[in-house]
């Protein structure tokens, strides 16, 4: 028998391929809400990230 993660608990399911991607693409709309002058907190709030994952975003 195979696990098959709660869709309710985990959210939806990226394939594993997908996820560097999905990634990348974050990280890319993150630099563009930067440019525009938006704060950590905003940029966090509007990707559904991390407060921490913002500031590692922004010294890349």
Do not use: H, T, Y
Not at 8 to 13: D, R
Not at 20 to 47: C, H, K, T, W, Y
């Amino acid at each position: 028998m195979s696990f098959k993660p709660s869709p309710v608990v985990c959210g939806p399911v990226v394939p594993p391929l997908m996820r560097p991607q999905v990634a990348e693409a974050r990280r890319v709309r993150a630099a563009e809400l930067f440019d525009q002058g938006r704060s950590n907190a905003q940029i966090a709030r509007m990707l559904e990230a991390g407060d921490e994952s913002v500031r590692r975003w922004k010294w890349v």
